[in-house]
């Protein structure tokens, strides 16, 4: 399995990050898998974001659940992530990963930097 | 801040041995939960090094080793070579936020 993140370098503040990770070698709808969203900051600290479950049911960080949408299009093995009202605060490299029924994370893309500007 | 808590640095000479701890609270690892370590080179992907406390992947050498105590954990490395050289972090799940939470990373130097 292997994923890729794909979207914008560059967003302006108040505006929506749209991030996607396209999925290969694997289905995201079956498995026990938490297809996940996990963003570093500048500074080195990672924060989790979020997952779909192969499901469909979605599980938030409260900090961001107000601004948070993660969605998914199995028949493009992909997932994705809206984070709107962005601020500099958003700024970070944004991984998508696959979570474990044990709750780690056994597969990274290689993340996306998003930059949110003024 | 983040929720688990690491060293910011941890050193040693090649083929020495190093420890980095990892220290939570009663809603996750003192709770019971899992911990779980990434071994992070910058500009690549986060790698999983231990998973549930004690067990490697395939393919990490058994110079890498996970152990758990109440709240407390750490991670061993033994006969450290230059390529250990990484960030270092451990993650847990957390019933408070009901999702995963990160330690604040370790930065290994290989002297």
């Known amino acids: 399995v292997q994923l890729q993140e794909s979207g914008p370098g560059l967003v302006k503040s108040s505006q929506t990050v749209s991030l996607t990770c396209t999925v290969s070698g694997g289905s995201i709808n079956s498995g026990g898998y938490y297809w996940t969203w996990i963003r570093q900051y500048p500074g080195k600290g990672l924060e989790w974001i979020g997952y779909i479950y192969y499901s469909g049911s979605t599980y938030y960080n409260p900090s961001l659940k107000s601004r948070l949408t993660i969605s998914r299009d199995t028949s493009k093995s992909q997932f994705s992530l809206n984070l709107r009202s962005v601020t500099a605060a958003d700024t970070a490299v944004y991984y998508c990963?696959?979570?474990?029924?044990?709750?780690?994370?056994?597969?990274w893309g290689q993340g996306t930097l998003v930059t949110v500007s003024s | 801040h983040s929720v688990l808590t690491q060293p910011p640095s941890v050193s040693g000479a090649p083929g020495q041995r190093v420890t980095i701890s990892c220290t939570g609270t009663n809603s996750n690892i003192g709770a019971g939960y899992d911990v779980h370590w990434y071994q992070h080179l910058p500009g690549t992907a986060p790698k999983l090094l231990i998973y549930?406390?004690?067990y490697r992947p395939s393919g990490v050498p058994d110079r890498f080793s996970g152990s758990k105590s109440g709240a407390s954990t750490s991670l061993a490395i033994t006969g450290l070579l230059a390529e250990d050289e990484a960030d270092y972090y451990c993650?847990?799940?957390?019933?408070?936020?009901?999702?995963?939470?990160f330690g604040g990373g370790t930065k290994l130097t290989v002297l």
């Open positions: 549930r406390n004690t």
């Open positions: 993650q847990s799940f957390d019933t408070s936020l009901s999702g995963w939470v």
């Open positions: 990963a696959r979570g474990d029924g044990y709750n780690y994370a056994d597969k």
